[in-house]
């Protein structure tokens, strides 16, 4: 099984755990990390397990990810497995207003998951959140363990 694995990131953070992620899908399958603005076209079409990352901004992927999901085309992905994750803040030990603002405005996983599957992706797991301490990160403790082990049970699906 080919996996490919994109990802865009603005400080560095989820550039890691897209880096944990392919690593330990390694251990499965042949992978392929790219970076979504490395990304050519050709690359998809023999891809059968796709997964995307991208840092939550404004409860959005980033501009870059939102324009590779916009330019799929209808159906490419029917018979590819996939699945999202992204990188955002904890609601946790926020105050009430920027929890309700965090909640209000959403996350980027979900939206991708929805657009993966708009365009004919098989969806294998539910869009995942890693934690950043804060804006340019680091990750909060245990969360590249936590991508660990997400890419273990994806692997094993
Ligand atoms: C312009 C901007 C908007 C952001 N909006 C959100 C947001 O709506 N929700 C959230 O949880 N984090 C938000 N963040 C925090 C990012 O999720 C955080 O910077 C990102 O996880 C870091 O990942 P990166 O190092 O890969 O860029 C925002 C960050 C920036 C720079």
């Known amino acids: ?33 790219l970076a979504v603005t490395d990304l050519d076209s050709k690359i998809l079409s023999d891809t059968d397990f796709l997964v995307v990352g991208t840092p939550t901004q404004g409860g959005r992927p980033t501009e870059n990810i939102q324009k590779f999901l916009d330019r799929l085309e209808m159906n490419s992905l029917q018979g590819t497995k996939v699945a999202a ?21 959403g996350y980027a996983a979900p939206r991708i998951t929805d657009a993966l599957k708009i365009k004919g992706g098989d969806l294998v797991a539910p869009p995942e959140g890693f934690i950043v301490s804060n804006k340019k990160g680091p990750l909060a403790n245990g969360e590249l363990e936590r991508a660990k082990t997400w890419a273990i049970s994806l692997a094993t699906l």
């Open 1 to 33: 099984m080919k996996v490919l694995v994109i990802y865009d990131s603005m400080y560095g953070n989820t550039k890691k755990v897209a880096e944990t992620v392919a690593e330990n899908l390694k251990h499965f399958h042949g992978v392929e990390l």
């Open 85 to 105: 994750f992204d990188t955002r803040f904890s609601e946790q030990n926020q105050n009430f207003a920027l929890r309700t603002l965090l909640r209000t405005v």
